[in-house]
């Protein structure tokens, strides 16, 4: 199956073999880890385990960022 | 699924580290409640104090002026524009826009009107662009607070800032940077208090504040932090930390209760007033205006 990403203000389309994943599934393939990234699917956060579908709008918040405060 | 440990409806949060699975409504209070606790521990500031919150756009800074509001505290914020491109402009409307929402004061200023852009200043100086912008940031905070009238300033840094921070300067025991690595520097010497409400707060946690408190806040990295060393610091505490919850928390925790009280006894660090701008310094010039006289001999050579 096919997910429009929205991560850090762009869209990225990933391809899955499986017609349905799971959040981890999803931060696993943009080598993203669960301590400081999490997954939004039609604007609720969900956990690790929930499954995503086609169609849904999907929004994968990174919590890092860098440099001197 | 997950139930909140409150109230047993559906979790949307859990907190490995603290073993808690929380609702929305209760994850918004436990944050607030951490805030709070962490601003009375180390007595930050109280009702009486009027804060200026450092405001970037991002989202641990306007997580932090919004939980400072909705706690009773008199805070305004700060957006210290830096010039770099599409990153600061848009930077700008979302804290704009933030302020207007909460109904307080921004007070903006421009890098470019007081000394140069980062960009500018990037090929200019050797240092990495974070050093240059952390130490502009830094003297600008100050002098605004200053001149604008208020007692404290609050950043946003979070636990994840402080224990890579921490990381950095114990893999090169900067002794001089570890002493000053505290939640609270005190005022004096020129210096207004400046205070670190959200240092036991995860940048995990921040981030699920501002999307279930509907903030709408800058997501994108700023162009020059991407090389960043705190960055690589970071990823190699949440893979300890995947492994053993809670090891970034004791880090920092025991830093500050075992090795801090023992750093700051030796803390002799004498300050005094910049012979040109009265900022205090420990040189008889200060960083920033030796960085303005680097700027103006460098456009006297590409004049001539």
């Known amino acids: 199956m096919k997910l429009r990403v929205q991560y850090r203000g762009k869209e990225l389309d990933l391809e899955f073999e499986e017609n349905k994943v799971k959040a981890k599934d999803l931060l696993k393939a943009m080598n993203l880890s669960r301590e400081y990234a999490f997954v939004v699917v039609n604007g609720e956060v969900v956990e690790e385990d929930f499954y995503i579908r086609e169609g849904d709008q999907v929004r994968v918040i990174n919590a890092i960022s860098g440099g001197q405060g | ?304």
Request: hydrophobic share 35%; charged share 30%.
């Open chain 2, 1 to 304: 699924m997950k139930r909140c440990a409150k109230c047993s409806q559906k979790a949307v949060v859990y907190l490995p580290h603290h073993r808690l699975a929380l609702c929305k409504g209760h994850y918004l209070e436990w944050f607030e409640r951490r805030v709070e606790r962490t601003i009375k521990e180390f007595r930050m500031f109280s009702r009486e104090d009027r804060v200026l919150v450092a405001v970037s756009g991002g989202k641990d800074s306007l997580s932090l002026w919004h939980a400072l509001h909705k706690l009773g505290y008199q805070a305004d914020g700060l957006y210290i524009n830096l010039g770099i491109g599409e990153y600061s402009k848009l930077s700008e409307e979302k804290a704009k826009k933030f302020a207007q929402g909460l109904g307080r004061n921004l007070h903006v200023i421009r890098l470019k009107d007081l000394v140069e852009d980062i960009p500018t200043l990037k090929e200019m100086e050797k240092r990495p662009a974070c050093s240059v912008c952390g130490n502009l940031k830094r003297y600008y905070m100050n002098k605004s607070a200053k001149e604008l009238g208020f007692s404290v300033i609050a950043t946003g840094h979070n636990l994840d800032d402080e224990s890579a921070t921490l990381m950095g300067n114990v893999l090169s025991w900067n002794l001089g940077y570890l002493q000053r690595q505290y939640p609270v520097l005190k005022e004096g010497n020129g210096f207004v208090k400046k205070v670190k409400p959200l240092c036991f707060i995860t940048e995990k946690e921040s981030a699920l504040y501002a999307l279930l408190s509907n903030i709408d806040f800058v997501e994108e990295e700023c162009p020059y932090s991407v090389d960043a060393s705190s960055i690589e610091h970071k990823l190699l505490l949440s893979q300890i930390e995947e492994k053993s919850p809670g090891t970034k928390l004791r880090f920092y925790l025991e830093f500050l209760r075992k090795v801090q009280p023992l750093l700051r006894r030796e803390e002799k660090l004498e300050l005094k007033p910049c012979s040109i701008c009265g900022e205090p310094t420990s040189a008889d010039v200060c960083s920033v205006c030796r960085l303005k006289q680097r700027l103006t001999l460098s456009e006297k050579g590409q004049g001539s």
